[in-house]
């Protein structure tokens, strides 16, 4: 009778784990911003709102002459992509409501490109929920 007693409490135990497991909540989404410096001054910025789902990116300091790319992707690479871009002096450029799948890991990149030294730099990636 002993055995029996433990053996339906394991079972019971292994059930309610089952159930658990099976029941996991998403992980919770967020907005994301991921910024550029180049020689200590801010030159462009990304930010992802999970609310409306808009990529946006600006450029600071800087004239027609520099332009920056933001960019989003599923980190495990299932799923769409996207890229948006602006010019110095354009101010905040956004996509409007993309279509971006719930629920998932992404990452966002910025880079930022200055034509007097014809060069690009890139932020590093910065990973979110949608």
């Known amino acids: 009778m002993h055995v029996r007693h433990h053996r339906r409490l394991w079972?019971?135990?292994l059930g309610m784990a089952a159930l658990l497991a099976g029941t996991s909540t998403p992980a919770s989404a967020s907005d994301a911003t991921v910024s550029l410096y180049h020689n200590g001054e801010l030159k462009a910025?990304?930010?992802y709102d999970d609310l409306t789902?808009?990529?946006c990116v600006k450029v600071f300091n800087g004239g027609q002459n520099f332009l920056a790319d933001v960019g989003i992707g599923?980190?495990?690479?299932?799923?769409?992509?996207?890229?948006?871009?602006?010019?110095?002096g354009d101010g905040w450029?956004?996509?409007?409501?993309l279509s971006i799948p719930e629920d998932r890991r992404y990452d966002?990149?910025?880079?930022?490109?200055?034509n007097p030294g014809n060069f690009w730099k890139y932020?590093?990636?910065v990973e979110f929920y949608t």
Request: aromatic share 10%; net charge positive.
């Open 45 to 47: 910025r990304g930010t």
């Open 123 to 125: 932020s590093g990636k």
């Open 53 to 55: 789902d808009n990529l």
């Open 108 to 114: 966002i990149q910025v880079r930022w490109h200055s």
């Open 11 to 13: 079972a019971a135990g």
């Open 93 to 97: 450029q956004c996509t409007g409501n």
């Open 74 to 88: 599923p980190v495990n690479g299932d799923g769409p992509s996207f890229t948006w871009g602006a010019f110095g």
